[in-house]
């Protein structure tokens, strides 16, 4: 009887397999290609966008017309249906999106091509609304995705409102001033006291350093670094001429002197942190030429300055979750905050989207955590989101960084006298910890180890509680009322505890999220209802937020450390005239909490959300999205990425910040257009009481758009630079002169120094400082004028060049030395001094320049 059983499975399980076999597709689904484009900008006179994918069959086979969807992400919203009929639109989770064929799609023969059109709830604005990675996979094989062949998002010239042209660009660039460069001042960010003597003092390979015991570290770092500058080994001698570390009590904590004579180069300070900042003073004012090539002798001019800085906090946020950068990414980014004097670096290592740090108590969240692909479960990882595909191959959806990389970046970062504090997000953006202990529960539930699978629950089981957050997540909150909550949490600190004590790095504070959590979370938790059953304090789900809060600061306070989280931790949600309203919280005043303030978004009611935390006692960091953003697109024009719901950002956002009274410079909305001012009444400003409370300046980088390192450069710098200028240096004259007009005299005149200071010093060093960075290249000013091209350029010392046959220039093309006439197609490009180009300007004779 068992034999006939056993023949009976073996020709089951053989006529499955042939079934499968012949239910596999045919066609080589790695031979489609599929492109974007915009269709129609103002579909039916409405604010809305008819775009279209197109796919294209380059295989000997054709493409079925059913037995398959088209997965992809997005950041948008779509009406449901297709309005070319042959397709329908489906939400997975979060961005990512699926298009079915329905009855009206046919096969697709070889060579040929279908185009899918829907409408988009909103007009495009720039490349980054595309559509990104989409992915096939067979209703047959329903586990495995299939990357096409490419992807193309075909451009477009948009005719918005609002579209910044060529020429508006060169009206812009027309104020500002071309100053030689020997007149620029040789240090950013502008030191407190600053004056250039005449001479030179000349370093070679001879010189004699003297330094304090105390200073030891730094001197290693500043031999090292000047070896690389010389192209050989200092070898000291009595006779050389002398550079002096000294120390000198009465210098604040991070203050410094830096006194260069023709003899003698002297930095003294009273902390290391001093000293290191007198050390990068020192790199910016050696001259770019001298990063290029090594040389034996190094001209440094005589100077003389005393410094010290506005803000004690001074700090980037890197969002490392949505998409990864490599370790050696931000160890760039560390070197190059300490030459600007930036002193934290915000590491956003957690999101709904990946988990990018080795916690050795809690493994899956590394497995599970770190890796996207195709699954519609999340069981094993998580699902494809910005764009990263159906596999583990995408190394912007896929990586973390291993316990012992993290040491490696803490020591790097402490050596550089920079802080680097971990973000953990919760309650919200939480999904890749979320599905990540899910899997630590599946996996001891089936050994049947019941307590332990239960031990790091995040989430309710039988909680049947509706929401979407605002990236349209319906399953990313921990549910706070759970004991394994803190568990969890406990585990997490205790690790991190462990890394930065390895790497002799401080962990002043450890940031807790708290941002962006939606309505409608745990009100059908039942560990919510048994929790409030017990707790009479807690009457709603609101209340959940500071018993949270609450418990996670006892766990840190434990370890003495510091809760720091966004604007919401410090905030209480209540009712005015029947709305829901949010009023400063008073529960949490004096547990030395940090707060990072990113929701001035103008137009939107909060505008002075920081202003109103800081007079009410929390220590705010402004983070500020109208300013300080990072990934902001920088203007509105299709080719510039980014996003743009909360600003427009160029470096003149950063550059004209007022910490103290960010109205002042408010100019335009998050649209672009002229702002109101009205919007203003009522608003409160900051008091002097509040000015204490502002520690400090923070940009953000988001990471949704950003998916290489060379993105990364081209949206964090320059901007960096004005950042630090910002944060560092006093407040210039005209942030607090009344006169509009003389303030904006005064303003223009500034802004034209520190453009020239980066085009003429700073740009062409960080061309080959550190293997060189990808900084944005603007794109040039074109004009026509008198029947020519007149171009000009936002930073003084680049090289444009230009074209009149319709060929993109390249770092060969024609220098552009003044206007050019011609006829036809001209386009014109600016490069660096290592030829690499940015976006190009194109001019056209019978219309006025385009993008």
């Known amino acids: 009887m068992r034999s006939l059983l056993t023949l009976a499975l073996v020709l089951f399980t053989t006529i499955k397999s042939f079934a499968l076999v012949a239910d596999e597709p045919r066609f080589n689904a790695n031979k489609l290609s599929i492109s974007w484009e915009v269709v129609d900008n103002n579909y039916q006179n409405k604010q809305m966008a008819l775009t279209a994918i197109t796919i294209t069959n380059t295989d000997k086979e054709a493409f079925p017309a059913t037995g398959w969807k088209i997965y992809f992400n997005s950041s948008r919203n779509f009406l449901v249906n297709a309005t070319s009929g042959n397709a329908k639109i ?20 070889p060579g040929e091509s279908a185009r899918i059109e829907y409408v988009c709830e909103s007009p495009v604005v720039n490349f980054t609304d595309a559509i990104e990675g989409p992915y096939l996979v067979w209703d047959t094989e329903p586990n495995k995705g299939y990357s096409p062949l490419d992807f ?3 451009s477009y010239k948009p005719t918005y409102q609002g579209l910044i042209t060529p020429e508006i660009i060169y009206n812009q660039n027309k104020i500002i001033q071309d100053i030689p460069a020997k007149q620029l001042q040789k240090i950013i960010p502008t030191p407190l006291n600053y004056q250039e003597n005449s001479g030179n003092f000349v370093i070679t390979n001879s010189v004699n350093i003297v330094s304090d015991p105390f200073f030891e570290k730094e001197k290693a770092y500043f031999i090292n670094g ?33 006194f260069i004579t023709p003899e003698a180069m002297t930095i003294s300070a009273s902390t290391t942190a001093g000293l290191f900042y007198g050390i990068q003073s020192f790199k910016t004012a050696v001259s770019g030429e001298y990063w290029a090539n090594p040389q034996a002798n190094i001209s440094v001019p005589c100077l003389d300055v005393t410094d010290e800085p506005r803000f004690p906090y001074r700090a980037v946020m890197l969002d490392v979750a949505r998409n990864f950068q490599s370790k050696q990414q931000v160890l760039k980014l560390i070197n190059l905050m300490a030459v600007y004097k930036l002193n934290t670096l915000h590491m956003h290592l957690t999101d709904d989207e990946g988990w990018r740090l080795e916690i050795p108590s809690l ?20 699902p494809a989101s910005h764009g990263s595909g159906p596999d583990f191959g995408n190394t912007a959806g896929t990586g973390f960084y291993t316990k012992a990389d993290y040491i490696e970046i803490l020591k790097y970062a402490t050596e550089r006298h920079v802080t680097v504090m971990p973000e953990i997000e919760t309650p919200g953006h939480a999904r890749a910890s979320i599905k990540a202990m899910d899997a630590r529960y599946d996996r001891l539930m089936a050994a049947g180890d019941k307590a332990g699978a239960s031990r790091y629950l995040l989430r309710d089981l039988n909680d ?91 766990i840190l306070k434990k370890r003495n450390i510091k809760l720091s989280g966004w604007e919401e931790m410090a905030l209480r949600k209540t009712t005015l005239d029947g709305q829901s309203a949010y009023v400063v919280n008073p529960q949490f005043l004096n547990e030395n909490m940090q707060v990072d303030v990113w929701n001035n978004v103008l137009g939107d009611g909060q505008e002075d959300l920081a202003y109103k935390l800081a007079n009410g006692g929390y220590k705010v960091v402004l983070t500020c999205v109208t300013n300080l953003y990072f990934d902001m697109a920088n203007y509105k ?25 960010y109205f002042k410079n408010a100019d335009v909305d998050k649209n672009g257009r002229p702002i109101n001012r009205n919007l203003f009444i009522g608003k409160q400003r900051l008091t002097d009481y509040g000015k204490g409370n502002i520690i400090g300046l923070q940009g953000a980088l988001w990471g949704e758009t950003v998916k290489s390192a060379e993105r990364m450069d081209y949206m964090v710098f ?17 942030t607090t002169e009344r006169d509009t007009a003389k303030a904006r005299e005064l303003y223009n005149q500034d802004w034209s120094k520190f453009l020239n200071i980066l085009g003429k010093r700073e740009l062409p060093r960080l061309a080959y400082y550190n293997s060189g960075y990808s900084f944005r290249i603007p794109k ?26 319709g060929t993109e220039p390249t770092a060969s093309s024609k220098i552009y030395e003044g206007p050019v006439n011609a006829t036809g197609v001209v386009k014109f490009r600016a490069f660096d001094i290592k030829g690499r180009g940015g976006n190009v300007a194109e001019g056209e004779s019978n219309d006025k320049p385009v993008i």
Do not use: C
């Open 718 to 734: 320059p901007k960096l630079i004005g950042l630090a200028e910002r944060a560092w240096a006093k407040d210039p004259s005209w």
């Open 90 to 109: 489906e939400q997975v989770n979060g961005d990512l999106y699926s298009f079915t064929p329905v009855d009206k799609f046919a096969a697709i023969k």
């Open 363 to 382: 493994p899956e969240l590394t497995a599970v955590g770190s890796k996207r692909g195709h699954t519609l479960n999340s069981k094993g990882f998580l």
């Open 637 to 661: 024009s299709f080719d510039e990425p980014g996003y743009y719901w909360g600003a427009y950002l160029g470096i003149d956002k950063f550059f004209s910040f007022i910490p103290y009274d």
């Open 152 to 154: 193309i998002v075909k």
């Open 464 to 554: 049947k509680s509706e929401y979407r957050s605002v990236q349209y997540w319906n399953d990313n909150v921990i549910d706070v009322s759970l004991p394994s909550t803190y568990t969890y949490v406990e585990a997490v600190v205790n690790d991190l505890v462990t890394m930065y004590k390895e790497a002799g790095a401080p962990l002043p504070a450890i940031h807790f999220g708290g941002d962006e959590v939606p309505a409608h979370v745990w009100e059908k938790s039942p560990a919510y209802l048994t929790l409030k059953a017990t707790n009479p304090e807690i009457k709603s789900t609101n209340d959940l937020w500071y018993y949270f809060y609450g418990r996670v600061n006892d």
């Open 780 to 805: 040039p000013g074109v004009v026509l004028q008198d029947g020519k091209y007149a171009s000009n350029i936002q930073f003084p010392g680049m090289v444009i060049r230009y074209t009149t046959d």
């Open 226 to 258: 000047l070896e690389k500058l010389l192209g050989s080994k200092i070898k000291s001698t009595a006779s050389g001429k002398k550079i002096i570390f000294k120390r000198l009590g009465s210098l604040g904590a991070e203050a410094y002197r830096l």
